[in-house]
């Protein structure tokens, strides 16, 4: 979706009311109104959706199962209603240290 811009028109009298008008960012903004051919200033109304590597979505794929288990990590979860942790990746690769198949939370 691309983002929202607000233009107002710059007139004699000052600032017109903002109108909105929604383009890609790889447009030029529009520098006169289409209609009236008066100058145009562009102002943002919302952020741009853009993905870096530090969103959610790409945090998530490398807290993966097997991104985890890749990296030479092991992943526990905790059961709620027992309090012990489960693993459900393992370390591979050459470190491959063994590791319990079940854990005791100390804080219980």
Same mark, same amino acid.
Do not use: W
């Given at each position: 979706?691309?983002?929202?811009y607000l233009y ?38 919302? /952020?741009? +959706? ?5 969103? $959610?979505?790409?945090?998530? @794929?490398?807290?993966? #199962?097997?991104?985890?288990? &890749? ?9 709620? /209603?027992? +309090?012990q942790y489960h693993?459900?990746? $393992?370390?591979?690769?050459? @470190?491959?240290?063994? #590791?319990?198949?079940?854990? &005791?939370?100390?804080?219980?």
């Amino acid at each position: 979706m691309p983002p929202t811009y607000l233009y107002t028109c710059l007139n004699a009298e000052g600032v017109s009311e903002p109108f909105e008008i929604e383009h890609a960012m790889a447009l030029a903004p529009l520098s006169h109104h289409p209609e009236t051919g008066q100058p145009l200033q562009r102002y943002y109304k919302e /952020a741009p +959706g853009i993905l870096t590597q530090y969103s $959610e979505r790409s945090t998530q @794929a490398r807290l993966s #199962t097997k991104n985890i288990e &890749k990296a030479g990590f092991t992943k526990y979860i905790r059961d709620k /209603a027992s +309090g012990q942790y489960h693993r459900i990746a $393992e370390a591979t690769g050459a @470190a491959g240290a063994q #590791t319990p198949e079940t854990l &005791k939370n100390p804080h219980l």
